[in-house]
């Protein structure tokens, strides 16, 4: 049997699922979180079965990762979790382990580093993997032994769907996100230059560095570049998702029962 390796972002799962059922008509709170573990079960096991997995994590995120030593601001703005929710944690992640998925909390990694250091592994020894999330961050690792699954919209990412949401190449949306920014996790990115100056600079240089060099450039957009490259590395830095992460264990203990 050819080895699938499924990667769930628990709680990019997790947290949609719960907003929807949060707004529905409940008798009570715990019967809310019931219907809420079931239904993650449920995603769970159709997960499993539509991917064809032979091995299986879902990943939660660990306290706080290295980004929010590095960037202070780092997330900053974004809603806390739901009380109710944050106190059952651990009936969600009963339920996933229930449909024999194995989950992984770190101490402190981001469950997107994580994955990714899984995914990139898995395809560095030609296992093919699919990532379920709806995390844009996962998008440059698009390739053939790596696919990406959007279970609220029920499809699989192409490469299309990167260059007509982005307007770039997905192998430098990473530069695309460091000169932009990006609002939903507080990365800066370069004061002044928008989605459309980026998009301008990705497609009609190879490099921000060849950009900065080129006489020609518009001179307002080589001086903002110019003065705000500091910024640029370290919103790149925060967009890259590591694939370097120390695991401590091995594909073998995510087999599937």
Known sequence: MTT????????????RIYAVDSNQSHHSEEHMIKASCARVAHACKKLRQQTNATHAIAVFDGERSWRYHYFEAYKSTRSPMPDTLKQN??????????TGIVV???????ADDIIATLAYKAASNNVASTI??????????LSEEIAIY???????????????????PRHRL?????????KTNDIPGVKGI???????LINDYESIEAAINDDELNPTLKRKLSSEME??????????????INLGFSLKQLRLN
């Open 132 to 141: 379920v999330s709806t995390d844009k961050g996962f998008l440059p690792f």
């Open 89 to 98: 944690l651990s009936r969600f992640k009963q339920a996933i382990e229930d």
């Open 194 to 200: 928008g989605n459309k100056s980026a998009q301008q």
């Open 231 to 244: 910024m640029f590395v370290i919103s790149k830095n925060l967009v890259m998702l590591r694939t370097d």
């Open 150 to 168: 959007d279970y609220f919209k029920k499809q699989y990412i192409e490469v299309e769907d990167i260059k007509q949401r982005f307007n770039v």
């Open 4 to 15: 699938q390796l499924l990667l769930i972002d628990a709680l990019n799962l997790i947290r």
């Open 104 to 110: 992984f909390s770190p101490d402190n990694d981001e």
């Open 174 to 182: 990473a530069d695309f996100w460091a000169l932009a920014g990006d």
